[in-house]
Nanobody, 127 residues
């Protein structure tokens, strides 16, 4: 069982930056691919980014490429999402997820199969 707790959300002006963190329980953190999704009011959940257990492979949604960076610190059981050049359309609840079986590149199309989810953290970008 893996428990995920997100933090770092908040209110920021357009063009600003935020860093989200997701702390995971358990002693086998490096065996799990990790990632982020987001969901804005009235919209479907959207893939943001994923990272392999070792951190060597990352994938990004088209809308965040070049602006967001996912990383992880396996010694701290934590995955991060650095968000730069934020836009009002980035406003959403951001969810952390973990899975031991799906490859990071599969997260875009198979999010329903992901094993573990956090409770989410709100990110609001004002114009």
């Amino acid at each position: 069982q893996v428990q995920l707790v997100e933090s770092g959300g908040g209110l920021v002006q357009a063009g600003g930056s935020l860093r989200l963190s997701c702390a995971a329980s358990g002693r086998t953190f490096s065996r799990y691919a990790m990632g982020w999704f987001r969901q804005a009011p009235g919209k479907e959940r959207e893939f943001v980014a994923s990272i392999s257990g070792s951190g060597s492979t990352t994938y990004y949604g088209d809308s965040v490429k070049g602006r967001f960076t996912i990383s992880r610190d396996n010694a701290k059981n934590t995955v991060y999402l650095q968000m730069n050049s934020l836009k009002p359309e980035d406003t959403a609840v951001y969810y952390c997820a973990a899975d031991q079986d799906l490859l990071p590149r599969q997260w875009v199309s198979k999010s329903r199969l992901l094993g573990y989810w956090g409770q989410g953290t709100q990110v609001t970008v004002s114009s």
